[in-house]
């Protein structure tokens, strides 16, 4: 079974950027669906953006034009480029891998504020 490890979140000013990463222990070529969600305190954990091993991608509707999922099969990552960040973004962000039966990391905290 695959392993994640989730990078590159922190603190950061209002219409700043930030990049996370999504590290997995082994291929994802074959791997149809990955992605992120976020869960702030107190809220349930919401789809952030999602893509598949085709390059399709789905993102939430208050993210897009912001925030682009990537994925990188080379080195086994996937990423959220997070542009113009808002306060209400700031949250846990949680990476996953599969469909009918996911596997999820850790989790990493963005912080918006000034």
């Known amino acids: 079974q695959v392993q994640l490890v989730e990078s590159g979140g922190g603190l950061v000013q209002p219409g700043g950027s930030l990049r996370l990463s999504c590290a997995a222990s082994?291929?994802?070529?074959?791997?149809?669906?990955m992605g992120w969600y976020r869960q702030a305190p107190g809220k349930q954990r919401d789809l952030v953006a999602t893509i598949t091993n085709s390059g399709g991608t789905v993102y939430a509707d208050s993210v897009k034009g912001r925030f682009t999922i990537s994925r990188d099969t080379a080195k086994n990552t996937v990423y959220l480029q997070m542009n113009s960040l808002k306060s209400e973004d700031t949250a846990v962000y949680y990476c996953?891998?599969?469909?009918?039966?996911?596997?999820w990391g850790q989790g990493t905290q963005v912080t918006v504020s000034s």
């Open positions: 082994k291929s994802i070529f074959n791997i149809y669906s």
């Open positions: 996953y891998a599969g469909s009918a039966v996911r596997t």
